[in-house]
Every structure is written in C-alpha cells, then in structure tokens.
C-alpha cells in the first residue's frame, strides 16, 4: 500500500532550528511537496523535490532522499508566526498525491 | 484576482438532506481538485477535473458527485448527507503545463455537519 508517515506534533522555541522528518512508501515516485497550514486554513505551497538533495529556500530548507524514501523539511530561525501543521506528500507513479496526516509544529517563547 | 473561493464557508445539515458546495477559479487553470481533511488523516481526494466537461472518481468517491461544466467553476454534490461527511473540504486548482510538478492552489475550505 501507499503510505505516509510523520510524526503527529513537534515542539521547539523561537529562534532554534527544527526537523520535521517525513517517510514514504509509494507505488512509483515522481516527487515530494510539503504544504504549510496554519490552523482554520487553507495549505499553502512551500517546497518541491523531485532529486536527491537540499533545496534551500530562505528559512526553509527541504531536503530528500529517493533510496531511502525520506524527505525532511528543516525550519531555521523560528519565529512565532511558523506555528502550523506542516503536510508531506509524495507524488506517485500516476502523478496523484499521497497526503501525510501533517506535524503539529508548536513554537514556545 | 480572487484565486480560488469556494462557498459556502460553513454548513450545517441534517442527515439526508442534500447540499453543493461550489469552488470557482479565476486563474484559467485545467485541473481542479476536491479534498476533505479530517483529524489525524491526510487529505483524502475526493475528485478531481482535468478539464471542463470531465470528473473522474478519486480515494473516496462514494456519496459525492461532481461537474464542471464551466472550466472555472467545480461543484461537489451531496446527495444524501450522512454523518461520516462531516469534514472540512478544500478545493485546489493546478496551473496549467504543471499538471505532475506544480502547486496546488487551495480555496479556504468549507466546514460541514451534518447532525
């Protein structure tokens, strides 16, 4: 079956750093997009990764690893407002999207 | 331009009522999308278009249709509510030419129960 895992809440301070790991079983692969969605929200697009590697995008990084079948999404400098849940999802070998559940990230003062 | 909007934004029914819930796009996309979100599960689609005039059924179609009969607008029907529909729905749009790699665009999503 086709499945997404990560984990359900994560919690750090502002201006740390945090990892939020995502893993993926999928028939097929052409691709793994995380989403931000602050709460009574719609998602919004933050990254796309179809090759191994970092992509690094201000504060947000995205990193992945087809071999292993596991992305992360790296959030640096936190400040208040990233407080949000943060989906995965993968994009199988028919290009449909498969939806992780999404990390509650909380951020502390 | 409004992006994507969808109405309404909140709903109550009873079970076996019916209802449409309505997602416009201004953008000229092809695709679009219905999704409903529900706690601790991923989006699960419930739809989708590829173009005006076409559907086809996606994870968990059953209990809904769907039309597109103008390329912007994108209607999700339901029929007989039940309980189990008790969800928050979001539609998305793709850009056109980023069909397998591009962002989707959600609308803000609708919040239905039906009691």
């Known amino acids: 079956g086709q499945n997404i895992d990560q984990p359900t809440e994560m919690t750090a301070t502002e201006g740390a750093i945090v990892q939020i790991n995502c893993t993926y079983q999928t028939s097929g692969f052409n691709g793994l997009f995380w989403y931000q969605q602050h709460a009574g929200e719609a998602p919004t697009f933050l990254s796309y990764?179809?090759l191994d590697g970092l992509e690094e995008k201000g504060r947000f990084s995205s990193f992945l690893s087809r071999s292993k079948g596991y992305s992360y999404l790296l959030l640096k400098e936190l400040q208040m407002k990233d407080s949000a849940s943060y989906l995965c999802a993968a994009t199988d070998s028919n290009y449909q999207l498969i939806w992780g559940a999404g990390t509650k990230l909380i951020i502390k003062p | 331009n409004a992006g994507v909007t969808q109405t309404p934004k909140f709903r109550v029914l009873k079970t076996g009522q019916s209802m449409t819930l309505l997602c416009a796009q201004d953008m000229n996309h092809e695709y679009m999308y219905w999704y409903r979100q529900d706690p601790g599960m991923g989006l699960r689609l419930i739809h989708y278009s590829v173009g005006e005039g076409t559907t086809a059924k996606g994870e968990v179609p059953d209990g809904y249709n769907v039309s597109r009969l103008k390329k912007q607008n994108f209607l999700l029907g339901l029929e007989s509510a039940a309980p189990s529909q008790t969800s928050v729905y979001f539609c998305?749009?793709?850009?056109?030419?980023?069909?397998?790699?591009?962002?989707?665009?959600f609308g803000e999503g609708s919040r239905l129960t039906v009691l």
């Open positions: 990764n179809v």
């Open positions: 998305a749009s793709l850009p056109p030419g980023q069909e397998n790699t591009g962002e989707l665009f």
